[in-house]
């Protein structure tokens, strides 16, 4: 199930994050990405839903870089 998986790589990119692993979460994000955008061609997610959490992935990975 796409959007079960969505919600467990979701959670393992929270993980990496809150652990400042920002190397892991760089490849875990490249993998969520590419699995929200597969969902969003094939309407499982709304493509604008899809933009947003792309967005905001991006800009937690973007904090966690910095610090």
Do not use: P
Not at 21 to 44: F, P, Q, T, W, Y
Not at 53 to 66: H, V
């Amino acid at each position: 199930n796409i959007r079960t998986e969505l919600h467990t790589l979701t959670k393992k990119f929270g993980t990496l994050v809150s652990d400042k692993k920002a190397a892991e979460a760089r490849d875990a994000l490249n993998v969520l990405l590419s699995k929200i955008g597969k969902a969003a061609s094939k309407g499982i997610i709304h493509k604008n839903a899809a933009s947003r959490k792309t967005s905001r992935f991006m800009k937690r990975l973007t904090a966690l870089s910095k610090t």
